[in-house]
């Protein structure tokens, strides 16, 4: 099956990477594409409560709730910093991916990747 992937890679503090994140895939979603989003590396900050109010910027969390709407159910969290891994073991719609090989292969079989 073909997927368009979007990689967030960025933290929250100096950009709104993550809000254009949500509204480049939802409006994949909406265009039928089928969509698959990974938070990686310092991007899993962004899946932390902490991360909007701290920056004084909106909490993305209660958006990423609304993605099943849109028919983007696969999301994915790959190698957070040491510091984010308690915050992230909460979070219930986000799956874990455990090796590099896993992450590769994802990347490896989309169609389209975008990274922000």
């Given at each position: 099956?073909?997927?368009?992937?979007?990689?967030?890679?960025?933290?929250?503090?100096?950009?709104?990477n993550s809000q254009d994140m949500l509204e480049a895939a939802m409006?994949?979603?909406?265009?039928?594409?089928?969509?698959?989003?990974?938070?990686?590396?310092?991007?899993?900050?962004?899946?932390?409560?902490?991360s909007g109010k701290?920056?004084?910027r909106k909490d993305i969390n209660k958006q990423l709730a609304l993605l099943a709407l849109y028919?983007?159910?696969?999301?994915f969290y790959f190698m957070p910093p040491e510091a984010a891994k308690n915050s992230l073991s909460a979070i219930s719609f986000a799956q874990t991916?455990?090796?590099i090989?896993?992450?590769?292969?994802?990347?490896?079989?989309?169609?389209?990747?975008?990274?922000?």
């Open positions: 099956m073909s997927y368009t992937l979007f990689i967030a890679t960025a933290t929250p503090l100096y950009s709104s409006s994949a979603a909406n265009a039928e594409l089928t969509v698959k989003i990974v938070f990686a590396f310092d991007g899993c900050w962004q899946l932390t409560t902490q701290q920056q004084n028919d983007i159910d696969e999301i991916i455990e090796r090989d896993e992450f590769d292969s994802l990347v490896n079989q989309a169609t389209h990747v975008m990274v922000f």
